[in-house]
């Protein structure tokens, strides 16, 4: 079965400064997967996905995600944050890439300080 | 282009009732997906329609079904209701042939007291 643990509850940067988020993977196959973000009482947003085509993938809002089957890792980046970036963030694995059930991580909340 | 719209936004509701929450899918999607999300948890699936059938379904009890419509439009129905059932019902809308990129809706909040 395929799952996805996100390695940090919260994490918090200051503004400008990198952001790493940390996601590990398990698959019994190349999956597919995807980050979302969440603002507070929104719905989820799409930032990126990878689907196998390359793997250091470019989202919006200038995150992207390295895709790394060694490591079974797909951690996500920015090079610098911005306080519009603070929000709940979820790796996200597809149960059987055809479309169907995705299983989310437990999320990891940004905080952005000044 | 109009996303994924969900009603009603907010819901409250007590032990042992019915609630209808409704979904409509994303222009041109004809796959429309369910998720509950508890708070400070990530969305758990529920169930996904394609065809006006249920295609695929998660860990969940007979009291959560669904419906679509030939438009594509979606109903998630819960009987009896629970204390437990408060969350946030997210719809999700995709184009299953050709992609598998779920788009979501902003979400139902439902309060059982």
């Known amino acids: 079965a395929q799952s996805v643990t996100q390695l940090d509850s919260h994490v918090s940067v200051s503004e400008g400064t990198p952001v790493l988020l940390r996601c590990n993977y398990s698959?019994?196959?190349?999956?597919?997967l995807f980050w979302y973000v969440q603002h507070p009482n929104k719905g989820l947003q799409l930032l990126l996905k990878?689907?196998?085509?390359?793997?250091l993938v470019k989202g919006i809002n200038g995150f992207e995600a390295e895709f790394k089957k060694s490591e079974t890792s797909f951690h996500l980046t920015k090079p610098s944050a911005h306080m519009s970036d603070a929000a709940e963030y979820f790796c996200?694995?597809?149960?059987?890439?055809?479309?169907?059930?995705?299983?989310f991580g437990q999320g990891t909340e940004l905080s952005v300080k000044p | 282009d109009a996303g994924v719209t969900q009603s009603p936004t907010h819901l409250i509701k007590t032990r042992g009732q019915q609630v209808t929450l409704r979904c409509s899918p994303k222009?041109?999607?004809?796959?429309v997906s369910w998720y509950q999300q508890a708070l400070g948890q990530g969305p758990q699936f529920i169930f996904q329609?394609?065809?006006?059938?249920?295609?695929q379904r998660g860990n969940f009890p007979d009291r959560f079904s669904g419906h679509q419509f030939p438009n594509y439009s979606s109903e998630l129905n819960v009987n009896a209701l629970l204390l437990g059932d408060s969350a946030l019902y997210l719809c999700?809308?995709?184009?299953?042939?050709?992609?598998?990129?779920?788009?979501f809706g902003p979400g139902t909040r439902l309060l059982v007291l």
């Open positions: 990878y689907t196998s085509a390359a793997t």
């Open positions: 698959s019994s196959y190349s999956p597919s």
């Open positions: 222009s041109g999607h004809d796959t």
């Open positions: 996200v694995v597809s149960d059987d890439n055809q479309g169907g059930k995705l299983i």
């Open positions: 329609y394609y065809e006006e059938e249920e295609r």
């Open positions: 999700a809308s995709s184009l299953l042939a050709f992609e598998e990129t779920q788009y």
